[in-house]
């Protein structure tokens, strides 16, 4: 186990996942399952998630308009965002669509879709409302790099736009050339990645691709799917929550194939990591998968948008760190 450590220590920054890692194919579900609601152990119609370093669980509410994390082996949620209904006070949130952990400030940075800005809420016990980061964006993907820049992509917007906090404007980092198929072109992007060099990735959802744009590139490269919607290993359909690890494999939730694949670099096919079982309930099935994260372990956390659950997936055996 002497490499395991070794191992282990680089997943306190990102989690460096061996090329042949394998994961439980019955999830286990941490959050949600209780039917549609806002009690404290309900979600109702939510995309995205965080992990934390201690395996707590945030999800945007996007219908409850809150932020809840689920402590591990809670079973019920504790409230850290908003929750006082649907409205624009700074107490309040309206379609939360995406939320990251802001580590050097120990607060949530939070998509609030329909009130068409982005919010920072203290962790800190007590905090009663957020604050305005950034205005007149109605984002969908967000994503947050080493120096603290932004990134967002918007639902109806064929582009993903970088900032810096305290800038309203904002510099654009992909696509912006219409809808289409081009190297240069998003139709509808989604979720994001960006890594440690500022590249972005970012989930083109109606080309059934994953797109890769280096920082400064005026074109992205595809790095999965491309090939048409289809359950093909060369193919992607609908892609959603993305992740790319250190060794720039790339995991993505397909929405359309309910299941989650894994794509090395370079390669031109995937392979099927969880799901790929038909949409369904049972433990080794989603019904529309959204939002993917790994824990410092990897472990895989993925949001099961119509089941209303997220699901944990563990990291097999030989590859697991000693928690
Ligand atoms: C929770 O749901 C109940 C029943 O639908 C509703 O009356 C109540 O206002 C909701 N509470 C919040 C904080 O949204
Ligand atoms: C974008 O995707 C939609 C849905 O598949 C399709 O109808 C439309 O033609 C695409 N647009 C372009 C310009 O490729």
Redesign the pocket.
Known sequence: MAWSSFHCSFLLVIPNIPANAKWAQNGVTVAGSYGKGNDTNQLYGFYCLFVDDDQTVGIADYVNNRIIQWKKDDTNGQVVAGGNGKGSGLNQLNGPMHVLIDKETDSLIICDSWNRRVVRWSRRSGTTQGEILVGNIRCYGLAMDDQRYLYFSGKHKDEVRRYQLGDNTGTLVAGDN????GLNQL??STYLFVDQQQTVYVSDW??HRVMKWSKGATEGIVVAGGQGTGNALTQLSYPQGLFVDTLGTVYVAEQGNNRVTRWPQGATQGTVIVGGNGAGAGANQFWAPMCLSFDRYGNLYVVDYYNKRVQRFSLEGEFRCAV
């Open positions: 219409g809808k289409g198929t139709n509808t109606d080309n």
